[in-house]
């Protein structure tokens, strides 16, 4: 399969005199005589692989090329249940030593708990650094957090290297693998760390934290993220404040790779120092991945030793007089960490764990089938991980089998349109594979690939007008039918009615120009349905051409 440049841009923006811009499309690659080569819905075996045409040309699509899907599941945990007769065993011999150690863990956090809220008390200058004797008193919910990794089985933890010293490496970075991480690094060295949102809420972890003096963030805020590298820039340059903790992954993972990095730590163009965690293990699996909070802390708490590995890694400085490429930075930094970790790095990032939670609710057998890297979609089509999962909801409508794929008929059910020679087209550029059946993969990175074609926008609008064949700036039910059956004619009226309540979201009647577009951007295959109206004839050429203005 060829390996297409999807984020070059496929035409080329010019300054010209001309209001217009006019794609010609050869005769031979553009059909409009559907109205021959329908298929009605008694045809007994349509073939959407017979056709190899692409129904997105006209936009300015070259085709669509979807990388193989991943093998590795970096957010599975391989212990996720009690199995085995020696787990069994060793639950019954350590059930005694686990309500001792529960006991211990409830009373080492009641008396952090305490410290800190005293250490909190009456200091509202927060945006400052901590006071001295207020730091002190953490000390206490410090002590406090090692007796926790006690009471867990972190009897002892081994470390390798030292921590560089704060004017040399402001920023700290660490692959994220359990709950464990950020007690381990809250005693260790106290730093401030960068967390979401709505870890203020929760019972006394919220309050605990607040003494770190916190940098929250919202991950799908762009305003947030702004503030939160500024937060990070501002406390690093300072002395007084602790170390700024950063988890890049922006999620935990089992371990076993490294994926994609945020670029918060790295865009400030201080120095970092990478850490990494291990949990080694042969029959309980620490890592915080497909497992509920409450069954991974019993199954701590029924171990006779849980063991734990910190290594400091050497410090990574930005190149270029501090100027280097922020992506460049997290890039190398990322590689020290995954060789370090010796493991492989790929392009998972929270949105992947989005699509795994939507999947796993909606209960789907394989879950993981689900994911898609979606660093990489992100990079490639700047899709975000929301509308990734809007995409998702879209997909699972179709009735995907246990496999995560989804055939032809169960696609045009979805679609709500009919056996025909455009909705054959559709399915067999998506199917990549030509395996008569789709993932979610390739419908996702069809989706985003019509997106970003260069003419998509303009070409929602052209159609629009096109539609609006009163000039009212609405489009009624007939108007959109008139339309719709130029690509595929002798639809009935309660299939366009059906394709109606597609755009028509709030049920009045009529659709507005801001709800035709915004329902295109959230169903892009549909753009297909209007091409004939957007596409003209030229007699003189023979050929046929796509008016847009620009």
């Keep these: ?61 070259d085709g669509l090329s979807v990388p193989a899907p991943s093998t590795l599941d970096p957010f599975k945990n391989d212990t996720p249940y009690i199995e085995g007769f020696y787990e069994l065993i060793k639950i019954v011999i350590c059930l005694p030593i686990a309500i001792a150690r529960l006991v211990l863990f409830g009373v080492c956090l009641a008396i ?47 470390r390798k290297g030292k921590l560089a010293p704060r004017e040399i490496a402001p920023i700290v970075v660490s692959n994220h693998v359990s709950y464990i991480d950020p007690i381990f690094y809250f005693f260790e060295f106290f730093p401030t760390i960068v ?3 709505s870890h203020d809420s929760m019972p006394f972890v919220g309050t605990i934290i607040r003494a770190m003096q916190v940098i929250y963030v919202n991950r799908f805020l762009p305003s947030s993220r702004k503030h939160a590298v500024n937060e990070v820039k501002r406390k690093a340059t300072c002395d007084k404040f602790p170390r700024v903790l950063l988890f890049p992954e922006g999620t935990t993972t089992n371990g076993k790779v490294l994926i994609s990095f945020q670029l918060g730590a790295f865009i400030p163009g201080y120095a970092i120092q990478p850490i990494i965690v291990r949990y080694p293990h042969v029959h309980f699996d620490q890592s915080w991945g497909n497992i509920s909070l409450g069954m991974l802390m019993f199954k701590m708490f029924t171990q006779f030793h849980n063991f734990m590995e910190v290594e400091y890694l050497p410090v990574v400085s930005p190149l270029d007089n501090c100027k280097e490429n922020p992506a460049h930075f997290a890039k190398r930094t990322s590689h020290a960490i995954a060789s370090a970790l010796n493991v492989v790095q790929t392009c998972h990032s929270y949105g992947d764990v989005m699509l795994l939670m939507k999947a796993s609710e909606s209960k789907q057998e394989k879950p993981s089938s689900y994911m ?48 025909c020679t455009l909705s054959e087209e559709l399915f067999g550029f998506l199917d990549v594979e030509k395996k ?15 997106l970003k074609q260069p003419l998509f926008r303009q070409a929602c609008e052209l159609a629009f007008t096109e539609c609006d064949t009163g000039g009212h700036g609405l489009i009624s039910e007939q ?27 709030d049920g009045d009647g009529i659709v507005s120009k801001d709800s035709f577009i915004s329902c295109l951007r959230r169903n892009p295959l549909l753009i297909a349905l209007f091409a004939p109206c957007l596409v003209h004839k030229d007699s003189s050429q023979g050929g046929y051409r796509i008016l847009e203005v620009v």
């Design 372 to 419: 898609v890297e979606m660093a990489k979609v992100e990079s490639l089509f700047h899709v975000s991980s929301l509308e990734a999962v809007d995409f998702l909801d879209k997909f699972l409508s179709t009735n995907p089998d246990a496999s995560g794929r989804v055939k032809f008929h169960d696609f045009l059910r979805a679609l709500r349109v009919r056996t």
């Design 195 to 197: 967390a979401a949102e």
């Design 112 to 158: 952090g708990y305490v410290a800190t809220k005293i250490a909190l008390k009456g200091w509202k200058d927060m945006h400052n650094p901590m006071p001295k004797w207020r730091s002190r008193l953490m000390c206490v919910t410090r002590g406090c957090a090692r007796c926790i990794l006690f009471s867990f089985g972190y009897h002892w933890i081994t």
């Design 1 to 61: 399969m060829a390996n297409h440049d999807l984020e070059s841009p496929l035409i080329s923006s010019q300054l010209s005199d001309s209001p217009h811009l006019i794609l010609s499309v050869p005769d031979s690659d553009f059909s409009i005589q559907q109205s021959n080569n329908i298929h009605h819905n008694h045809n007994p075996s349509p073939n959407p692989n017979t056709s190899s045409r692409n129904p997105f040309e006209f936009l300015g699509s």
């Design 479 to 505: 108007e959109l039918g008139d339309m719709i059956r130029l690509a595929i004619p002798n639809l009935d009226e309660d299939e366009i009615h059906e394709l109606f309540n597609v755009f028509d979201t």
């Design 436 to 450: 008569g059946s789709i993932t979610f993969k390739q419908f996702l990175y069809g989706s985003a690939h019509v």
